[in-house]
């Protein structure tokens, strides 16, 4: 069963403008605390995944661990515009580095938030997250419709999983639970660089039937295409899974990752396709992952995380 924790509020803390009123409001005065019995309006739950166990194992740095908490904190300082409650539900953390048991608990917290009414916002960690939370949905779904995976990444991350899973794997075993299930794999990942792919990975991916844009292609100028793309795939959906993987940002804008971008895609490119995602209507479940504090520069990457978190639920 999902183990509940008390949460943590004493992040939620910032600045106050009394002057204002109620105009003045930050994301501290607004978050509550998710309650265990349920019976809550429906809303934005946010989950952290305190892990990079994944990344670990992929050979990258390690520091994403500290990525919920470090996000939370410029949140908490941030304007608050949303229409509808936002709770925070805690984190889930890979103890003693069984990353498994830890994707056991974060598909269990996602799917009761998901069969309470939420939406489902986690704070990755290393992209290991991406089946924790894919599992999380496919568990609240039980097979009832289409499930489409859109990623924003530089990276596939369809390497096969042999051993262990890592941070490169998600991917790989979302589509190897499919196809036991007898359920479709379809994966959208935008943002792809060529650098950083092997052609093993080009291929697996066309064999799986992956739908991949480069990042040189994902201009402002090309926004019309992409969002006629975007419109293609969703429409062979029935529901969304979005995951960004904060590497496909430009370094300069993104530092704090364990593989900054050469080139990457600008947020005035992945700004509107998370809005053109959202109106939808099929996004059930969103994560963040690969933000990595440790090796951020004055909370720069940090500042970018949390203006994604305030895009992906306004």
Known sequence: MDKFNPVDM????????????????????????????????????????????????????????????????????????????????????????????????????????????????????????????????????????????????????????????????????????CAAQGTPFTYACLGVAETANTQALFARAEALGVWHVLDEVMTPAELPALLSGLDAFIARCDHLYLTIDLDVLPAAVMPGVSAPAARGVELAVIEPLIAHIRASGKLRLADLAEYNPSLDQDNRSARVAARLVHQLTK
Request: proline content about 5%; hydrophobic content about 40%; glycine content about 14%.
């Open 10 to 177: 004493s992040v939620w803390q910032g600045r106050q403008d009394p002057e204002d009123g109620e105009l003045a409001l930050r994301w501290h005065d607004k978050v509550q605390p998710w309650p265990q019995a349920g019976h809550a309006a429906p809303g934005v739950a946010l989950v952290g995944f305190a892990c990079d166990e994944g990344v670990r194992r992929n050979k990258g740095r390690v520091g994403a661990a500290g990525a919920p908490l470090a996000v939370r904190k410029l949140l908490a300082n941030s304007a608050w515009h949303l229409g509808q409650p936002v709770y925070d539900s805690g984190d889930m953390h890979c103890e003693n580095g069984d990353l498994d048991a830890a994707h056991g608990r974060l598909a269990e917290r996602v799917a009761r938030l998901l069969d309470e009414g939420h939406f489902p916002l986690v704070l990755g960690g290393g992209h290991e997250v991406a089946f924790g939370s894919w599992s999380g949905l496919n568990l609240h779904l039980a097979g009832r419709g289409r499930v489409g995976i859109i990623n924003f990444d530089a990276h596939f991350d369809l390497r096969m999983k042999l051993e262990q899973a890592s941070s490169g794997t998600p991917f790989f075993q979302i589509a190897e639970q």
